[in-house]
């Protein structure tokens, strides 16, 4: 049962900015890792970004410099800041967290889309 929540997504021109947001709505538990994937027709779905704590990682080079993922101060909320978007960046972007120390990544939000237009 997917509790991850996600905003923020919506229709962008080349160049332009968005701010997606996850929240966790289900029951107070310690959330290991949280990162955000994405996914676009036809191709496989990769981790775009991921923090621990408060240690940030961009895990997808094509957004290095351009993506930038947090935390809110209650360790339940993680946002996806994106600037200077391209058309290559259209996809379903998804939350996701580890509620295990085990590396797996085993609740997933419903996606939100994100499109940009050249």
């Known amino acids: 049962q997917a509790h991850l929540v996600e905003s923020g997504g919506g229709l962008v021109q080349a160049g332009g900015s968005l701010r997606l947001s996850c929240v966790d709505s289900?029951?107070?538990?310690?959330?290991?890792?949280m990162g955000w994937f994405r996914q676009a027709p036809g191709k496989e779905r990769d981790l775009v970004a991921s923090?621990?704590?408060?240690?940030?990682?961009n895990d997808l080079d094509s957004v290095k410099d351009r993506f930038t993922i947090s935390r809110g101060n209650g360790r339940s909320t993680v946002y996806l800041q994106m600037n200077s978007l391209k058309p290559e960046d259209t996809a379903v972007y998804y939350c996701?967290?580890?509620?295990?120390?085990?590396?797996?990544?085993?609740?997933w939000g419903q996606g939100t889309q994100v499109t940009v237009s050249s």
């Open positions: 923090i621990t704590g408060s240690q940030a990682v």
């Open positions: 996701a967290a580890q509620t295990n120390p085990f590396g797996s990544w085993d609740t």
């Open positions: 289900g029951i107070s538990r310690t959330l290991y890792r």
